[in-house]
């Protein structure tokens, strides 16, 4: 093994150098990384305050938002001192660039599937995902160590080639679980909340189908760069990538907080809360509940009520999981919604 380059490089080992253009569209993606993180850093900083406020302890939504922010900063340094050649090829620079592109895909899906939670009706259900999704994504974490690294240390032409199309297919999937979660959480919004009458929440609907389009978008232009010459100027574009989807994830959560806050007017006005989750049989008394349930619900504990089982959308003061949300359950009755503790 040579050490013209750097710890397990092999004599063989030809370097990429960059033309103009590669190193024009590396520093423009530099440049936004480094204005998105400010923005970024701001809105989680305050994200932050106020969940340490309230819980007076590092939650897991705030630990995951900063685990992204920071994985996205230092793959950007690494990705800008690679390609203005400060950092030599090295098998402990390919080892830094894979791990940390490990930690942002694995907390960004779990801050997603956090936001999910709040809307599942046992909470097992959310636990269950979680590790679904971690097995997924560890799985094409390994592959990436395995399959990826050889070819960037340039072992067998073997090796590049499996990487040429494997490289693509696991990003594709990265955005298949993606958008999978996020359509589920518009499902469960549609089926759970916006159907039981709490109509405000359609602004939550319409957004987050805005955002699921601007965030695939994000994988499928990271894919489109992998053809560029270069074949490493695409891992300038990681930073931008995942700081904006970090960005609509710590937006999503403001906008459910926001909402979680305001009245629900036309849903008191125009629906009747009535129906079991059961039909009842023949000759059964079982009284109706009225439009005006919901105001005499107090305002700490508001929802709809639908046969035994209670939606609520509460404000509340128990420790928050993201951003001050989080699904609860209490007694013999199902309590399926958002608490929010400000």
């Not at 072992?155 to 490289?167: K, Q, S, V």
């Not at 008394?285 to 046969?307: D, E, K, M, W, Y």
């Amino acid at each position: 093994m040579g050490q013209k380059y750097g710890f397990l490089i092999p004599d063989t080992y030809v370097p990429e150098v960059p033309n103009e253009v590669d190193m024009n569209t590396s520093s423009i993606f530099w440049g936004l990384s480094l204005g998105i993180a400010l923005f970024t850093a701001a809105k989680a900083g305050k994200q932050s305050l106020r969940s340490w406020k309230r819980s007076r302890r590092l939650t897991a939504y705030v630990f995951m938002v900063w685990a992204v922010w920071w994985s996205s900063m230092v793959l950007g340094v690494l990705a800008w001192g690679f390609q203005r050649q400060y950092i030599p090829p090295s098998f402990g620079f390919y080892f830094c660039v894979a791990l940390f592109w490990a930690f942002q895909i694995q907390f960004l899906l779990q801050i997603i599937i956090n936001r999910l939670g709040l809307l599942l009706a046992v909470r097992g259900r959310a636990t269950k995902l979680k590790w679904i999704v971690f097995l997924i994504i560890l799985a094409i974490n390994i592959s990436v160590f395995i399959i990826w690294m050889p070819a960037r240390l340039q072992i067998n032409e073997t090796w590049y080639r499996l990487n040429e199309i494997w490289d693509r297919c696991e990003k594709v999937i990265f955005a298949f679980v993606d958008g999978f979660l996020n359509f589920y959480f518009i499902y469960l919004v549609r089926s759970h909340l916006i159907r039981n009458g709490l109509t405000k929440y359609y602004r939550l609907y319409y957004t987050n189908l805005v955002l699921i389009f601007a965030s695939l978008s994000l994988d499928f232009v990271l894919v489109g760069l992998m053809s560029l010459r270069s074949s490493l100027v695409y891992l300038s574009f990681h930073p931008v990538c995942y700081l904006l989807k970090l960005q609509i994830e710590m937006v999503m959560a403001e906008l459910i907080r926001k909402l979680v806050q305001s009245s629900n007017a036309n849903a008191i006005d125009n629906i009747s809360y009535k129906v079991s989750t059961t039909e009842p049989q023949s000759g059964s008394s079982r009284p109706a509940v009225r439009n005006n349930t919901l105001n005499n619900i107090p305002r700490t504990h508001q929802g709809t009520c639908i046969g035994g089982n209670t939606t609520h959308i509460s404000v509340g003061d128990r420790e928050d999981d993201a951003d001050g949300l989080e699904l609860h359950e209490r007694g013999g009755d199902l309590e399926q919604g958002i608490r929010q503790t400000d």
